[in-house]
């Protein structure tokens, strides 16, 4: 993979790091903690590469903390924040052109072939030809 997704930049730091929320002093033994930034920069590893978390190099620290941290962020809505603030700088710095938008898609085949249909349930009950009643 290419250098550029092994870190984070400085500027792109600065302006990320304020929005992730502080950890708790870990004040148990054990490992020390992924510096947050590390963990930053595998999880955009594991988006831009789709590698599975168990296979992050171990420059990011574990898959295990990447992926915690990274549920942890979502339920924080630290990406949602950090959208927002960097379309506000990007808007800022390059003018988006808000008029117009555009939408991309990829449409796959099923890996089965998708040929068989789903069973249905029965909308009504079926009488069976030797009811008694």
Known sequence: MEAQFRNVPD????????????????????????PDREVLAGIVYRLRTGCQWKALPREFGS???????????CAAGVFTKVFSKL???YDRRRAIQWTWS???????????????????????????SNATF
């Open 11 to 34: 500027g792109l730091w600065e302006q990320i790091a304020p929005l992730i929320p502080a950890r708790r002093k870990n004040t148990l033994r054990g490992r020390p903690p992924v």
């Open 102 to 128: 555009s939408l991309d898609s990829a449409t796959v085949k099923a890996p089965k072939g998708g040929t068989s249909r789903a069973p249905t349930r029965p909308t009504a009950r079926k009488v069976a």
């Open 63 to 73: 898959g295990s903390t990447c992926h915690r941290r990274f549920k942890e962020w």
């Open 87 to 89: 379309l506000k700088f």
